[in-house]
């Protein structure tokens, strides 16, 4: 069977979903490997070093689609490109399920079966395959960076001949995958880092990682923004309002604010108020990982920069990964692979969808002229 990867259609999209060293690995499992023309090139992967490890290229979309049994992609696909997919083929891509019954509507009458990459289990033994994880964390990393780059001062403290420099203050709001990520590079700059998250294992994470866990006035029995499994739910009012209280404190002193909290199936809680963005120091930045979401910060604007009056930074940016093309694409291309790795346990180049498979199972939204989407709970491991 042949696997082909189209050139992203997302206007400003970078990412691509197989890289030369995924097609080399793809074609261990059995598989020919193709890529449309030009796809890999905005992550730094020419034509010429896919050619040099066997994979054949392919000039237009059309044929690509037509050409490919199993697609590999990486943006939600639009109509036309569902269009293309007839009986028998497979889809991996992200997918929005949850928010796109059109497109999964399209897939089940066409015959297609499509593997939704947001949906890959979040247990151990997928862990190699969520590709969720693996570009929060790439978000987290580039937050600090843009950060910096609208920050006009160091992160790190100097003591130099013209001055003594203090330095940065950083508060992270959110410590799972993307914020952890944050704290790491945030740290690693040299920045003073303070971290904040609803579930109290997080404080550990946080301080093993040499950032300040911020503690509220509250007791802990009664944080009821613990996880459910895990996640954050939707926290009591009390304790929202111990939390906003902590962050009012904090507004004045700190200069980066990046917050990253999200609940599962839900807007993102709203955090980071107007009066705390008035009293920041002029020069500070809130990058805003949540926008997608509705945001975590007032005065978010989706994928624009704001400055506000006081001469506050707030990013609203969402496609942190594929500023970060190269690296972006090859961790999803690393999650593809894995997920072709486990659809093809006679390595014979032939596609073996189980369906009995807790993990394929979690992921495929449509199969065999049926929705298949949302999956059962997953079993007790
Ligand atoms: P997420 O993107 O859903 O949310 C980001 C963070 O925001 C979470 O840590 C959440 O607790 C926090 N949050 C929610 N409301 C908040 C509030 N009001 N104030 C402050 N913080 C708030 O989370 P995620 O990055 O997907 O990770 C969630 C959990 O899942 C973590 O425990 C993570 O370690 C775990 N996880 C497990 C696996 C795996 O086992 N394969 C993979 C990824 C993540």
């Known amino acids: 069977m042949k696997i082909g990867t189209p050139k992203e259609v997302f206007e400003g999209e970078a990412r691509v979903a197989m890289t030369p060293d995924s097609a080399v690995q793809l074609q261990k499992l059995g598989y020919t490997c193709a890529i449309e023309t030009g796809a890999g090139a905005a992550a730094g992967f020419a034509d010429a070093t896919y050619e040099a490890v066997g994979v054949e290229i392919v000039k237009t979309p059309a044929a690509l689609w037509k050409a490919a ?6 943006r939600q696909p639009t109509e036309t490109e569902l269009k293309r997919m007839t009986a028998g083929k497979t889809l991996i891509s992200f997918f929005n399920p949850g928010g796109n019954e059109a ?23 997928a862990q190699k395959m969520d590709a969720l994880s693996s570009m929060a964390n ?30 940065a203050k950083v508060l992270v709001v959110g410590a799972g995958v993307a914020g952890l990520a944050a704290i790491g590079a945030s740290t690693s ?6 971290a904040f998250d ?23 029995s009664q944080q009821d923004g ?21 962050f009012r404190e904090l507004a004045p002193d700190v200069d980066i604010v990046i917050t990253t909290a999200l609940i599962p199936n839900r807007e993102a809680p709203k955090l980071w108020l107007e009066d705390m963005v008035a009293a920041m ?12 979401k509705g945001g975590n910060v007032e ?59 807790d993990v394929i199972r979690g992921a495929t939204v449509t199969f065999e002229k049926e929705i298949t989407f949302p999956p059962p709970p997953p079993k007790v491991q």
């Open 69 to 74: 049994d199993i697609v590999a992609k990486v």
């Open 299 to 357: 005065g978010t604007v989706m994928d624009e920069k704001v400055v506000t009056e006081n001469g506050v930074t707030i990013i609203g940016y969402t496609d942190f990964p594929s500023r970060m093309a190269a690296q972006a694409s090859t961790l999803y291309a690393t999650n593809i692979r894995h997920m072709l790795t486990d659809l093809t346990p006679e390595k014979d180049g032939q596609i073996n969808h189980d369906m009995e498979d």
């Open 189 to 194: 700059l040299g920045a003073i880092t303070y």
């Open 138 to 167: 790439i978000a987290g990393y580039r937050a600090v960076i843009e950060a910096g780059n609208n920050f006009g001062r160091f992160f790190t403290g100097q003591i130099t001949a013209a001055g003594k420099v203090p330095p």
């Open 226 to 246: 613990a996880a459910t499994g895990g996640y954050a739910a939707v926290s009591s009012p009390e304790f929202r309002e111990a939390q906003l209280a902590k």
């Open 103 to 125: 497109g999964m509507e399209l897939a089940r009458s066409k015959g297609a079966n499509v593997i939704a990459m947001e949906m890959v289990p979040r247990i151990s033994r």
């Open 281 to 292: 120091k002029p020069g500070s930045v809130i990058i805003d990982l949540a926008a997608e």
């Open 198 to 220: 609803v579930r109290p294992e997080a404080a550990e994470q946080v301080e093993s990682m040499g950032a300040e866990f911020v503690y509220l006035d509250f007791e802990e």
